[in-house]
T-cell receptor
């Protein structure tokens, strides 16, 4: 069963703790993306990676970190420096090439208490 | 001016109505245009994908791109309650540049 998986679906953390969100894909996609979604804000790009061992900051990278050690995995760490971490986090991936579609995972809802 | 503008709604229509959803954009380099449908608390799913100007039809859905006006539309014919969702437009230029999203329009189809 191919696709993009994100785990867990819901995540609760105390303020001041770092937390890592998982994103795995078995679609053999080259590029992977992390977005944050808040009510009324649409999707905002946090980080993206086009190849293994390389990634770029998106529009709102502050307070977040990523790694891309394997093609199929792109974990996102929400650090204690992120001032408003409670949000819906979406991972996406696509094959390289101008005309390739981008697909999303089911998302992780992070709540910081 | 934001790169992509999309009316957030909410938009409420009766079942069977024709729905028109729209986005405008400012970057003339955008060539690839997509519409995603997102149900509450779910990831967006790709609905329509269009390259450059023109129309594309898939069942009850039609996507239109007018690059001269920097305007894209999604039409839903014979709308159903199951179409109730948030619709996101997205677009990008050539190469591997990231998608730029509109904020989404929340649609409710009332039975």
């Amino acid at each position: 069963d191919g696709g993009i998986t994100q785990s867990p679906k819901y995540l609760f953390r105390k303020e001041g703790q770092n937390v890592t969100l998982s994103c795995e894909q078995n679609l053999n996609h080259d590029a992977m993306y992390w977005y944050r979604q808040d009510p009324g804000q649409g999707l905002r790009l946090i980080y993206y990676s086009q190849i293994v061992n390389d990634f770029q900051k998106g529009d709102i990278a502050e307070g977040y970190s990523v790694s891309r050690e394997k093609k199929e995995s792109f974990p996102l760490t929400v650090t204690s420096a992120q001032k408003n971490p409670t949000a819906f986090y979406l991972c996406a991936s696509r094959t390289s090439g101008s005309n390739k579609e981008q697909f999303f995972g089911p998302g992780t809802r992070l709540t910081v208490l | 001016q934001k790169e992509v503008e999309q009316d957030p709604g909410p938009l409420s229509v009766p079942e069977g109505a024709i729905v028109s959803l729209n986005c405008t954009y400012s970057n003339s380099a955008f060539q690839y245009f997509m519409w995603y449908r997102q149900y509450s608390r779910k990831g967006p799913e790709l609905l329509m994908y269009t390259y450059s100007s023109g129309n594309k039809e898939d069942g009850r859905f039609t996507a239109q791109v007018d690059k001269s006006s920097k305007y894209i539309s999604l039409f839903i014919r014979d709308s159903q309650p199951s179409d109730s969702a948030t619709y996101l437009c997205a677009m990008r230029s050539s190469g591997n540049t990231p998608l730029v999203f509109g904020k989404g329009t929340r649609l409710s189809v009332i039975a």
